[in-house]
């Protein structure tokens, strides 16, 4: 059974430009979440996803950043408009319940913004 | 919203002694603890979780203690070995969140042969 799978693992983009990232759940997994983790950080939530459906974006900056997770395919973290500061780590994980369950986390995007 | 603290930020042992990483939580609310292990360059991996209706765990050299009461929780991991050196995250996940989880800090560990 394959774990969670990110793409890109590394993204360079310069700034104004758009960054997608990817990330495909674990099978049976219906439950994304998106964490973003600055250097020498931890892990900040972003977003919350289960399919076709936003359950929770309380931590998602209000502009230039969306999420989606269509009936088919990966779960997308868009940055539009990338500025230095979006430079980080980027984590999804994935769920299968919701609820007090455990969340199982992909390698990871490393967005560099030049 | 919950808040995590986690401590000691880095944290080096002699190969063979014991390691512990202590947090706290504020929200009573909370219910479901998980310690992650995360290696340079990777993500975190889930070494050992903890619910709120039991005080204790363990899976042979690590175990976590939970104090409902004091609202704090410990990772110990006994016999360390220099595989062990990495960066552990604890988290805390309020059951009326939606499943967010809410991370600490971060310890590093290093541990010395």
């Given at each position: 059974?394959a774990?969670?799978?990110q793409?890109p693992r590394?993204?360079?983009?310069?700034?104004g430009?758009?960054?997608?990232?990817?990330?495909?759940?674990?099978?049976?997994h219906?439950?994304?979440y998106?964490?973003?983790?600055?250097?020498?950080?931890?892990l900040?939530?972003?977003?919350?996803?289960?399919?076709?459906n936003?359950i929770?974006?309380?931590?998602?900056?209000?502009?230039r950043?969306?999420?989606e997770?269509?009936?088919?395919?990966p779960s997308?973290?868009?940055?539009q408009?990338?500025?230095?500061?979006?430079?980080?780590?980027?984590?999804?994980?994935?769920?299968p319940l919701?609820?007090?369950?455990?969340q199982?986390?992909?390698p990871g995007?490393?967005?560099?913004?030049? | 919203?919950?808040?995590?603290?986690?401590h000691?930020s880095?944290?080096?042992?002699?190969?063979?002694?014991s390691?512990v990483i202590?947090?706290?939580?504020?929200d009573?609310?909370?219910?479901?603890?998980?310690w992650y292990?995360?290696?340079?360059?990777?993500?975190?991996?889930?070494?050992?979780?903890?619910r709120?209706n039991v005080?204790?765990k363990?899976?042979?050299?690590?175990?976590?203690?939970?104090?409902?009461?004091?609202?704090?929780?410990?990772l110990?991991?006994?016999?360390?070995?220099p595989?062990?050196?990495?960066?552990?995250?604890?988290?805390?996940?309020p059951?009326?969140?939606?499943?967010?989880?809410?991370?600490?800090?971060?310890?590093s560990?290093?541990?010395?042969?």
């Amino acid at each position: 059974n394959a774990g969670v799978m990110q793409n890109p693992r590394h993204l360079v983009r310069r700034r104004g430009q758009e960054a997608r990232l990817r990330c495909s759940p674990m099978k049976g997994h219906s439950h994304v979440y998106w964490y973003r983790q600055l250097p020498e950080e931890g892990l900040k939530f972003m977003v919350y996803l289960q399919k076709e459906n936003i359950i929770d974006e309380s931590g998602m900056p209000k502009e230039r950043f969306s999420a989606e997770f269509p009936k088919e395919g990966p779960s997308i973290l868009r940055i539009q408009q990338v500025v230095r500061g979006d430079s980080a780590a980027y984590f999804c994980a994935s769920s299968p319940l919701a609820g007090s369950d455990t969340q199982y986390f992909g390698p990871g995007t490393r967005l560099t913004v030049l | 919203g919950e808040n995590v603290e986690q401590h000691p930020s880095t944290l080096s042992v002699q190969e063979g002694d014991s390691a512990v990483i202590k947090c706290t939580y504020s929200d009573s609310a909370s219910n479901y603890f998980p310690w992650y292990k995360q290696e340079l360059g990777k993500g975190p991996q889930l070494i050992i979780d903890i619910r709120s209706n039991v005080g204790e765990k363990k899976d042979q050299r690590i175990a976590v203690t939970l104090n409902k009461t004091a609202k704090h929780f410990s990772l110990h991991i006994t016999e360390t070995q220099p595989e062990d050196s990495a960066v552990y995250f604890c988290a805390a996940t309020p059951a009326n969140t939606g499943n967010q989880f809410y991370f600490g800090t971060g310890t590093s560990l290093t541990v010395i042969p």
